[in-house]
């Protein structure tokens, strides 16, 4: 493994992106791979085995790659994969629960709303760790599964997704929550509908910067931040339809992105061939 390898994302579709465009802002030299794997999308209401599935071949297909690390851009995939991912890969892999928890840590609040998809709310990662570092706080979860298929579907500016986001959040308002923790990298594309749904003074936590800013310190802490002065690149994969992933992130990324700049690719979904992987000098 080189320092001048490439850093490697993948989540459920393009919510990733959010985290990939912050890491571009802030290590604009390192060269990065995305793999957006749309095909088996949404990932909130799979079963853990399934997801654990899903994230060992992104991972795979990621390493075959001759990624340096892996950023599991993805808060569901990070409950259940996380851990496992990190005792079998052979290279560092972050996921986005630590971001989302530091984010909640450091400001204080004591009365927050968790917005997720139904499987990271039932794996209880988040409200499981927050309750550790603070007994006393109020942990309001709250289940948006509509949230990522309307989002893929370039609908979030739609009427219907107003109607469906003040469905879901309108009891918060009851609750007088400080802040909603946007956990699911699809979600800050809604930012605008959530807040104002929640109101002004809800203040929106969003993952993808400290998460961003993790991958730098560990870069930095490991030896393994480029050294290369030569330009970065940018590769995109997607597991189904490269010109419908070109234009949602389009939506998401200042740099325009071409369905010719995205390759498409095929997962294996064969569980006997899990035995075989990871196994990388």
């Known amino acids: 493994m080189q320092s001048d390898s490439p850093i490697g994302l993948f989540d459920s579709g393009v919510g990733g992106l959010t985290v990939f465009h912050e890491l571009s802002n802030l290590l604009p030299n390192e060269d990065l791979i995305y793999l957006g794997d749309s095909a088996r999308l949404p990932y909130g209401n799979k079963s853990p085995a399934n997801l654990l599935q899903y994230a060992n071949e992104c991972s795979s297909f990621l390493l075959e790659r001759g990624v340096k690390l892996i950023i599991i851009a993805c808060h569901t995939a990070s409950c ?14 972050i996921g986005m629960i630590p971001a989302g928890i ?19 709310i039932r794996s209880n990662v988040y409200q499981r760790a927050l309750s550790k570092q603070n007994p006393s706080i109020q942990v309001h979860s709250v289940a948006c599964p509509l949230f990522v298929p309307l989002i893929e579907e370039g ?8 109607l469906i986001a003040t469905h879901y959040l309108h009891p918060l308002k009851f609750q007088s929550i400080e802040a909603a923790l ?7 594309l809604l930012q605008q509908v959530i807040q104002e749904v929640l109101g002004p003074s809800v203040q929106l936590l969003k993952p993808a910067s400290r998460c961003a800013n993790n991958v730098r310190n560990l870069l930095l802490e490991s030896g393994l931040a480029k050294q290369s002065t030569k330009k970065a690149s940018k590769v995109f994969f997607t597991t189904e339809s490269p010109k419908r992933f070109a234009t949602l992130a389009n939506l998401f990324l200042d ?14 979904t064969n569980k006997l061939e899990l035995n075989k992987k990871f196994k990388y000098s």
């Not at 009365?111 to 998809?117: M, P, R």
């Open 80 to 93: 259940y994969a996380l851990e496992s991912l990190k005792k079998t890969l052979p290279i560092p892999v």
């Open 155 to 162: 609908l979030s500016h739609h009427g219907l997704t107003q």
């Open 102 to 120: 530091e984010l909640i840590q450091q400001s204080n609040f004591q009365n927050v709303a968790l917005l997720a998809t139904e499987s990271t």
């Open 255 to 268: 740099l325009p992105i071409q369905s010719s700049d995205i390759d498409l690719v095929a997962l294996p």
């Open 182 to 188: 946007l956990a699911c990298t699809h979600y800050p």
